[in-house]
């Protein structure tokens, strides 16, 4: 039951994600390259956020419940910061890169509970903003439309504070996943995605559909 369990949540929650992979990632050894930098900033960020909380707490040293929650509240709008100028920062990099890279490109168990289970979907909410957020804020940044990247973090800071709420996840998950939502949209549009390409695209594969299921006479 525990494996079942594990192999649940984690596909409830890394599903569309490894779908994007490979789909979008795994065939294009450049796209690899950009996937594993991106997630070496993302992790220096959080070691970063983590070690300066600890010395927070460290120095705090205190066993108020109040105090230890407003240390925490302080851990993740700082994380939140962070991740947004190493976000900033993996951009800038890029751009110096550009002509390198294109260089490079040429050649025993309870039962799972009802928490439990909102908690895997609050991560499949996480993991798909990041990448909706890294669009939005790369575009941004290159057209110097510097108002996007503020209303990046600020909706990231928003979801992170939305954790606050847990496991009270009735208060958190469903103004996440509306946000995960309208920022989706935004990357589709972002992205130079349009309603017509969309329904072409759906078009295309319903008629691919009926092709593939015509039994033959």
């Not at 890169?97 to 509970?113: D, F, H, R, W, Y």
Request: charge should be positive.
């Amino acid at each position: 039951m525990t494996t079942a369990v594990f192999i649940g949540c984690s596909f409830i929650a890394f599903g569309p994600v490894l779908a994007l992979c490979v789909c979008t990632i795994a065939a294009e050894p450049l796209s690899l390259v950009f996937l594993i930098t991106g997630g070496f900033f993302w992790l220096v960020s959080l070691l970063l956020s983590s070690l300066v909380w600890f010395i927070a707490v460290q120095i705090g040293g205190s066993n108020n419940a109040s105090v230890k929650k407003n240390f925490l509240i302080f851990g993740v709008v700082f994380s939140v910061l962070l991740q947004e100028v190493f976000r900033f920062a993996y951009y800038k990099l890029l751009k110096k890169a550009n002509k390198g890279l294109m260089t490079v490109s040429q050649e025993e168990t309870i039962p799972i509970s009802v928490r439990q289970l909102s908690y895997a979907f609050m991560t499949l909410a996480i993991v798909p903003l990041h990448v909706f957020w890294g669009i939005v804020f790369f575009d941004a940044c290159e057209k110097k439309k510097w108002w996007a990247p503020a209303l990046v973090i600020l909706s990231h800071l928003l979801v992170s504070g939305l954790t606050f709420l847990n496991p009270q996840y009735d208060g958190s998950l469903v103004p996440s996943y509306i946000i995960m939502m309208l920022m989706g949209t935004w990357a589709f549009f972002t992205a130079g995605g349009s309603l017509r390409n969309l329904k072409l695209c759906l078009m295309c594969r319903d008629k691919d559909f009926l092709l593939a299921n015509q039994h033959p006479r």
